[in-house]
């Protein structure tokens, strides 16, 4: 019996986050550098074929959510109501974001990744990626070229405002004060965003 494209991909996301939650507890029990990928297919009862399969490398078993949340930022821009203003959307998107990441327990999370410079690394280029995709959404959603400067610009603040943010003893009034920013950075540079529907007409 041929199984059906909607079961297989949610077996597909269940074998993925199986692989990453193994991972994890494996990492907080024994340090990230004392497990190896052999380690975390044995203890997920998978093949090493399949972890690389869900995931490019040992550092990305640990930031398992990269990919949704690069497209959370982009579907902010191009999702976002007719009458919602650009900067409003993201900021909103990364409040979502900063609650997320900031809940209960994640700190053990951001202190492992803090003391390895490979996962540093990793955000590093994760958060370059980001901004990048992000600064093509805001472009395309604005009908401006691809390489405005601005939108790379704008994108960068933005994806930097969710690491500042969750630093701080206060993390969704520091999205706040950062936007606060970006707004009148946004607004200096002449793009104070039309609306989608303005940009529409």
């Given at each position: 019996m041929t199984e059906q494209p909607g079961r297989r991909e949610r077996k597909k996301a269940a074998t993925r986050q199986k692989?990453?939650?193994?991972?994890?507890?494996?990492?907080?029990?024994?340090?990230?550098?004392?497990?190896?990928?052999?380690?975390v297919a044995a203890e997920a009862d998978v093949a090493v074929t399949t972890v690389f399969s869900h995931f490019s490398s040992k550092e990305a078993l640990v930031f398992e959510q990269d990919e949704d949340f690069e497209q959370r930022l982009m579907r902010a821009v191009t999702d976002r109501?007719?009458?919602?203003?650009?900067?409003?959307?993201?900021?909103?998107?990364?409040?979502?974001?900063?609650?997320?990441?900031?809940?209960?327990?994640?700190?053990?999370?951001?202190r492992m990744i803090e003391?390895?410079?490979?996962?540093?690394?990793?955000?590093?280029?994760?958060?370059?990626?980001?901004?990048?995709?992000?600064a093509t959404a805001i472009a395309t959603d604005l009908d401006l070229p691809q390489t405005t400067p601005t939108c790379s610009a704008i994108a960068r603040f933005?994806?930097?405002?969710?690491?500042?943010?969750?630093?701080?003893?206060?993390p969704q009034t520091a999205v706040d004060e950062i936007f606060r920013m970006i707004e009148a950075a946004w607004a200096v540079a002449g793009a104070t965003p039309p609306t989608r529907e303005s940009v529409a007409v």
């Open positions: 692989i990453a939650d193994t991972a994890l507890h494996l990492f907080a029990e024994r340090g990230y550098d004392a497990v190896g990928i052999r380690e109501q007719p009458h919602e203003a650009l900067i409003p959307a993201l900021r909103r998107e990364i409040h979502a974001m900063v609650q997320h990441c900031t809940a209960d327990g994640a700190a053990p999370l951001w003391e390895s410079p490979a996962l540093r690394q990793y955000e590093e280029s994760m958060r370059q990626r980001h901004a990048r995709s992000l933005v994806v930097d405002a969710f690491s500042v943010a969750r630093e701080t003893d206060d």
